[in-house]
């Protein structure tokens, strides 16, 4: 079996690459956006507060929770989700190292 294109890349560029495809969807930014505003575990219901239907919304709650950015449990149809402050402070962490290694192009004679 040949070589995997993850295996091309670091651990870290990995990483970023999955946390960035599950950021990539403006339904899971909302909940993400929700979620933070809330600032607590949501025992609610998200199709009242998003407008989107319930197997939409767990698709993308599930995503979002592959990646470890959100952390909750599903029990019959009560879902309490919240943010993973660790592994949130981890993908800020790697997003701002890759921002941070910008130089402004107007300070080099970059086109």
């Known amino acids: 079996m040949g070589v995997t294109k993850s ?29 933070l505003k809330s600032n607590t575990c949501f025992n609610g219901d998200l199709v009242n507060e998003l407008g989107l239907a319930q ?24 879902v309490c989700y919240c943010i993973n402050p660790q592994r949130w402070k981890e993908i800020q962490e790697k997003f701002n190292g890759l921002f941070n290694k910008f130089e402004d192009p107007s300070t080099n004679d970059c086109c």
């Open 7 to 35: 295996d091309l890349f670091t651990e870290a560029q990995n990483d970023v690459a999955l946390a960035a495809k599950a950021l990539a969807h403006p339904a899971r930014i909302a909940i993400i956006e929700f979620l």
């Open 55 to 78: 197997a939409t919304i767990s698709q993308h709650l599930h995503e979002l929770k592959d990646v470890g950015i959100i952390q909750g449990t599903i029990e019959g149809t009560k």
